[in-house]
C-alpha cells in the first residue's frame, strides 16, 4: 500500500502512521489479543481498508519511529486512541504502559504530565467520556 493517509467515511483525514501506532501498541505485550484485533479491524474497516489488507498490516509492520503531531489535539487524539486499544482487553500490561509512555515522552509531555494524562486517559475511557471532554480535563489540570 502506497498512501501516507487514509480518509474516513466522514472525510475525516488520518494518517497511516497513526494506525501503524496502534498495531504496533496491540503488539507492545508480544500478542494481539482478540479484542485487540477486532478493535483493529474496526478501526482499519472506518479507513475503508479490506479485512486481508488489514490482516497485511499487522503483519507485516515493525517497529517505525514514531513522527509526532504538533497540534496539542493532535497528540492526545493519537494518544486517546492507544489508550483506547490498550483497554480493548480490559488489562493494562507493562508492555502496554511502556510503548503508551514512550509515545508521551515523544510527544514532548513532561514526566509528571504524562502521569495525569495516562490517569485522565484509562479513567474516562473507562468511563466511556469522549474524547473532547477528556481532552478538556487534562486542559484544565494542565494549564489550570
Known sequence: MNFSDFITNHGKRVNKEHYIHLIQV???DGKIDPEELEILHKEGRKFGLTDPEIDKLIETEGDQPYHVPY???DKFEHLYNA???ILADDVITDGEKKIIRKF???AGFSDKAIDRLLVILFDGIRKNE???ALLDKFRENLFG
Request: proline share 0%; charged share 25%.
Open 71 to 73: 497540534s496539542l489535539q
Open 130 to 132: 469522549s474524547e473532547e
Open 83 to 85: 489508550a483506547g486499544m
Open 104 to 106: 508521551a515522552i515523544e
Open 26 to 28: 496491540s503488539k507492545s
